[in-house]
């Protein structure tokens, strides 16, 4: 019976471990590996023999070594030392989960106030303080990341943000199509100007997870700046929200988001017909449906993330600043990757799927 429910246990943790480690495979690599039967079957042997380590070469080596002896005087010693050690493992965790919290409220408030420099709002129905003040700080972060990284002298000048209280009251007042988030009027010789929905109330005992929606924005505004200011259809704009989209979703804090897209192209697969003419996809036109724009907006971010992984993590912007220089843009792709634009998406769908 014990060594049924040993093997029971072993299976149940081997099942487990595999899917994790698969799902970070998803996150990390495109369907082409992680779809592979042999990446697969790699997972689960993987994940066996860590278990093996565990299940069975450890506990051999700590009766061996008797390292037992260790965690005996450590439970003798908290056991004479009880509430002084409850009490400070208390205070410990405490900290531990204030900390992140307070530091981000000091460092915020010190962001809002560089944002009520940089940006203007305009409200057209009852907004509280508090969620103007929010966006403004996610608004500001975002721009302070892009432009310490690519651009050199950023213009002077207030980008004007108008603020709304729900989607609804955003594609009612700005006439933008029903799946937008929000949007960016970059026109050459003009103050760009953002619409947007309001963030979330955010403190120290309520803390929420920002939306995507002024990072993304911010990005089309420093894409504007890298352009020198100039008319934004010089670049296409798959290239655009695929920038957009994954200077958005950067970061550990965004793994899942990246795993679920990911997991969503799978079902593109088989057709690379409709995959071969996304790039030139006009995604205001009115008889585009929902799904080509899912897929449009998901392919862009992956065709950018894939220029990154194989030519370097700046070549996009790279790109962008030829093409402020007076560059033509496929011109300026050729001088980036050596390759032509055309050529190096197919490729990008061969190595994605």
């Known amino acids: 019976m014990s060594k049924l429910r040993k093997t029971i246990g072993f299976i149940i943790s081997l099942t487990v471990l595999a899917i994790c480690v ?6 990390v690599f495109p369907p082409g590996v992680f779809l592979s039967p042999y990446y697969i079957l790699f997972v689960f042997i993987t994940a066996g023999l860590l ?6 070469v450890v506990p051999k080596l700590y009766k061996k070594l008797n390292i037992g002896r260790y ?25 531990l989960v204030l900390i992140k919290p307070v530091s981000d409220n000091i460092n915020d408030s010190k962001v809002l106030e560089s944002a009520r420099e940089q940006f203007s709002v305009v409200i057209y129905s009852s907004i509280s303080e508090a969620k103007i003040n929010r966006t403004l700080v996610e608004l ?15 213009p002077d000048y207030v980008i004007k943000v108008h603020l709304f209280a729900n989607r609804n009251e955003l594609i009612e007042r700005t006439g933008l199509s029903e799946w937008s988030a929000g949007g960016a009027l970059l026109l050459p010789g003009r103050v760009p100007e953002l619409a947007i929905t309001a963030e979330k109330e955010s ?19 420093v894409t504007f700046e ?5 008319d934004m259809k010089l670049v296409p704009i798959f290239v655009l ?6 200077e958005t979703m950067r970061g550990i804090y965004h793994f899942p988001d990246r795993m679920i897209n990911r997991m969503r192209l799978i079902f593109y697969k088989n057709d690379l017909s409709r995959l071969e003419i996304i790039p030139s996809l ?13 897929l449009f907006y998901l392919l862009s971010e992956e065709f950018i993330r894939y220029l990154i992984h194989i030519y370097g993590e700046h070549t996009p912007w790279y790109v962008v600043q030829d093409v402020g220089q007076g560059t033509n843009f496929y011109e300026a792709f050729q001088k980036v990757y050596n390759t032509e634009y055309t050529t190096a998406y197919s490729e990008f769908l061969s190595y994605f799927y």
Do not use: C
């Not at 278990?51 to 069975?56: P, V």
């Not at 004479?80 to 405490?94: E, N």
């Not at 929200?241 to 994954?246: D, R, S, T, W």
């Not at 006009?282 to 899912?294: W, Y």
């Open 226 to 230: 890298a352009l020198n200011q100039k």
């Open 282 to 294: 006009g995604i205001k036109d009115e008889s585009v449906n929902q799904e080509d724009l899912l």
């Open 241 to 246: 929200e695929g920038m957009a989209e994954y």
């Open 51 to 56: 278990l093996f380590l565990f299940y069975f």
């Open 140 to 154: 500001q972060k975002a721009l302070d990341k892009l432009r310490a990284e690519y651009i050199a002298e950023p």
């Open 22 to 27: 698969y799902i970070f495979l998803i996150a």
């Open 71 to 95: 965690f005996e005087f450590i439970r003798q010693w908290s056991y004479r030392k009880k509430l002084t050690w409850f009490a400070f493992s208390m205070i410990f965790l405490i900290l």
């Open 203 to 221: 403190s120290i005992w309520n803390s929420s997870r920002p939306t995507t929606t002024p990072a993304h924005e911010i990005t089309h505004v």
